[in-house]
């Protein structure tokens, strides 16, 4: 199922496969240029197969954790001791069900230990598991230049030569590794609020503040701004920190489909006509929550309706661009630089350093009041310690490079270099025969595996032909939508991506 935003389909519920042509129409106004995703529903036989995949392995998971409760098999999971067997359990082991059967079959593709930079090429450390998974054992040796399909590095500047390795080395030469308090006692200092200005201008907005962590820049900031008596309207694919935030608001949560402006305004409408529930007083801010670049779908926020929506229904947006800052738009600024918008359309900009920074933390944009006020309220302003000093400077001379204030053209090339490995990486898969998700522009590229089976398989195999990817599959996505998911970097080469493009037709044969 192939849509296109600018031509035909504006409130497309992909989870049905039902268009809205006849909705919005006016929103092919608010397209500059083509909107291209594509998302094909799981076959019938494919999703039946799954769904059979799944039983079995519960069935098995079952006659095993019998066989354990019998001493015949022993479980290597934390239990609760026998003279503890009468006390409030600690452990509850029917939700480590999944830990225990499911997830320990496949864990060796996961929390692979790597010992370089996290470039185009990574080396990693070569490990066995004499126990099926439950521990884990380094031989010694190491596997040399595997090609790097799984980190978010989408400029390439997860490097420890150049530019920006060289300043970070001299700041830490000066300033040490940390900083040891927080940015209202001693931790302020001079390269934050650098850091700070550069990134607002970046941006587009009045003013910016940084945090050391991304995910806390999301789950410590929303709670500061919205309480009881307000509701968050989050998109139903949105990262675990948005999530987490909002439920630490204490605001009421009503969740819309996943990039669907028809739930979404039916959601804002209700609200406006109900109010809040019992009482049906109005409520004190509305918040529309979404991300950039959906990591896991691959697919770009419909960001010029939703404007559109937040101005006609009055309410506030809070946008996430954790994947899309430095990925998308000419400059680089995200994904109201892809759609060509007001950076002043969005009442909260969120983003974070540790994709196409290579670096950490994470950063707020906006009007100076609202930054004003998070510095005094916000949690991770006031007792998390403030950022690295060489995290900061990596920060600063990438940003300037992308920003081209450092005197070459490298960060204007490896925008244009991200963008034509993106077009041509997902076209290579597509003319192969896989079925990818997501948006044509967008770095992140699920290849659909459905079957369980097939995930710890597809990870193994890809690494024996030297080739390091991310295989994900339920609970963080739909039972029967289980996939590898491909990163795309500026630092790939055409050779390195012809490789894993014809190494998944290999591999999924």
Same mark, same amino acid.
């Given at each position: 199922v192939f849509y296109c935003v600018s031509e035909c389909d504006f409130g497309k519920d992909r989870s049905s496969g039902l268009s809205g042509c006849n909705h919005h129409a006016s929103c092919t106004s608010l397209y500059k240029k083509p909107f291209v995703e594509s998302f094909e529903e799981t076959p019938l036989l494919v999703a039946v197969l799954t769904y059979m995949g799944y039983g079995i392995l519960t069935i098995f998971g079952y006659l095993r954790d019998f066989l354990r409760d019998w001493k015949f098999e022993k479980c290597h999971l934390a239990r609760e001791r026998e003279e503890q067997k009468d006390f409030v359990p600690l452990y509850q082991d029917?939700?480590?069900f999944y830990t225990r059967n499911?997830?320990?079959r496949i864990r060796d593709n996961w929390n692979r230990p790597i010992r370089s930079v996290p470039g185009a090429k990574m080396d990693l450390v070569e490990r066995v598991t004499p126990d099926y998974n439950w521990t884990f054992e380094h031989t010694g040796k190491v596997l040399k230049d595997v090609i790097n399909m799984g980190s978010y590095n989408y400029l390439g500047f997860a490097e420890n030569t150049g530019t920006c390795a060289d300043a970070a080395s001299e700041c830490a030469v000066k300033y040490g590794v940390g900083v040891c308090s927080s940015r209202q006692e001693? !931790?302020?200092? @001079?390269?934050?609020?650098?850091?700070?200005?550069? *990134?607002?201008?970046?941006? =587009?907005?009045?003013?910016?503040?940084v945090f050391g962590m991304g995910f806390a820049t999301n789950s410590m900031n929303i709670p500061a701004l919205m309480g009881k008596g307000?509701?968050?309207?989050?998109?139903?694919?949105?990262?675990?920190?948005?999530?987490?935030?909002?439920?630490?608001?204490?605001?009421?949560?009503?969740?819309?489909?996943?990039?669907?402006?028809?739930?979404?305004?039916?959601?804002?409408?209700?609200?406006?006509v109900h109010g809040q529930p019992r009482i049906h007083r109005p409520w004190k801010k509305i918040l529309i929550l979404?991300?950039?670049?959906?990591?896991?779908?691959?697919?770009i926020v419909r960001l010029p309706e939703i404007i559109a929506l937040k101005k006609k229904y009055k309410a506030y947006l809070y946008l996430?661009?954790?994947h899309s800052i430095g990925a998308l738009g000419p400059r680089g600024s !995200?994904?109201? @630089?892809?759609?060509?918008?007001?950076?002043?359309? *969005?009442?909260?900009?969120? =983003?974070?350093?540790?994709?196409?920074?290579?670096?950490?933390g994470g950063y707020i944009g906006g009007k100076k009041d609202l930054v004003d006020y998070l510095r005094l309220h916000s949690h991770s302003a006031v007792y998390a310690t403030s950022m690295s000093p060489p995290i900061t400077q990596q920060i600063i001379t990438s940003m300037k490079c992308i920003m081209g204030e450092d005197g070459t053209t490298l960060g204007q090339e490896r925008l244009c270099q991200l963008s034509e490995n993106t077009t041509y990486f997902r076209r290579r898969l597509h003319e192969m025969g896989f079925?990818?998700?997501?948006?044509?522009?967008?770095?992140?590229?699920?290849?659909?595996?459905?079957?369980?089976?097939?995930?710890?398989?597809?990870?193994?195999?890809?690494?024996?032909?030297?080739?390091?990817?991310?295989?994900?599959?339920f609970p963080a996505t739909p039972i029967i939508e289980s996939r590898a998911r491909f990163c795309v970097s500026a630092a790939h080469t055409r050779e390195m991506l012809d490789t894993v493009s014809i190494t998944c037709t290999l591999v999924k044969q």
């Amino acid at each position: 199922v192939f849509y296109c935003v600018s031509e035909c389909d504006f409130g497309k519920d992909r989870s049905s496969g039902l268009s809205g042509c006849n909705h919005h129409a006016s929103c092919t106004s608010l397209y500059k240029k083509p909107f291209v995703e594509s998302f094909e529903e799981t076959p019938l036989l494919v999703a039946v197969l799954t769904y059979m995949g799944y039983g079995i392995l519960t069935i098995f998971g079952y006659l095993r954790d019998f066989l354990r409760d019998w001493k015949f098999e022993k479980c290597h999971l934390a239990r609760e001791r026998e003279e503890q067997k009468d006390f409030v359990p600690l452990y509850q082991d029917f939700e480590n069900f999944y830990t225990r059967n499911l997830y320990m079959r496949i864990r060796d593709n996961w929390n692979r230990p790597i010992r370089s930079v996290p470039g185009a090429k990574m080396d990693l450390v070569e490990r066995v598991t004499p126990d099926y998974n439950w521990t884990f054992e380094h031989t010694g040796k190491v596997l040399k230049d595997v090609i790097n399909m799984g980190s978010y590095n989408y400029l390439g500047f997860a490097e420890n030569t150049g530019t920006c390795a060289d300043a970070a080395s001299e700041c830490a030469v000066k300033y040490g590794v940390g900083v040891c308090s927080s940015r209202q006692e001693t !931790g302020n200092l @001079d390269k934050h609020e650098e850091l700070e200005k550069l *990134v607002a201008r970046f941006l =587009g907005v009045e003013s910016s503040m940084v945090f050391g962590m991304g995910f806390a820049t999301n789950s410590m900031n929303i709670p500061a701004l919205m309480g009881k008596g307000c509701l968050i309207l989050s998109d139903e694919l949105n990262h675990a920190s948005l999530v987490l935030g909002a439920r630490l608001s204490g605001a009421t949560i009503r969740v819309f489909k996943h990039n669907n402006m028809q739930s979404l305004e039916k959601l804002l409408r209700d609200a406006i006509v109900h109010g809040q529930p019992r009482i049906h007083r109005p409520w004190k801010k509305i918040l529309i929550l979404v991300e950039g670049i959906y990591s896991m779908e691959g697919s770009i926020v419909r960001l010029p309706e939703i404007i559109a929506l937040k101005k006609k229904y009055k309410a506030y947006l809070y946008l996430d661009e954790a994947h899309s800052i430095g990925a998308l738009g000419p400059r680089g600024s !995200g994904v109201v @630089d892809y759609f060509g918008l007001d950076p002043c359309d *969005v009442d909260i900009m969120m =983003g974070t350093f540790t994709k196409s920074f290579g670096a950490a933390g994470g950063y707020i944009g906006g009007k100076k009041d609202l930054v004003d006020y998070l510095r005094l309220h916000s949690h991770s302003a006031v007792y998390a310690t403030s950022m690295s000093p060489p995290i900061t400077q990596q920060i600063i001379t990438s940003m300037k490079c992308i920003m081209g204030e450092d005197g070459t053209t490298l960060g204007q090339e490896r925008l244009c270099q991200l963008s034509e490995n993106t077009t041509y990486f997902r076209r290579r898969l597509h003319e192969m025969g896989f079925i990818i998700y997501g948006n044509n522009d967008s770095p992140v590229v699920p290849l659909m595996l459905y079957m369980p089976a097939k995930i710890g398989a597809f990870g193994r195999e890809m690494l024996k032909r030297n080739i390091g990817t991310v295989v994900v599959g339920f609970p963080a996505t739909p039972i029967i939508e289980s996939r590898a998911r491909f990163c795309v970097s500026a630092a790939h080469t055409r050779e390195m991506l012809d490789t894993v493009s014809i190494t998944c037709t290999l591999v999924k044969q």
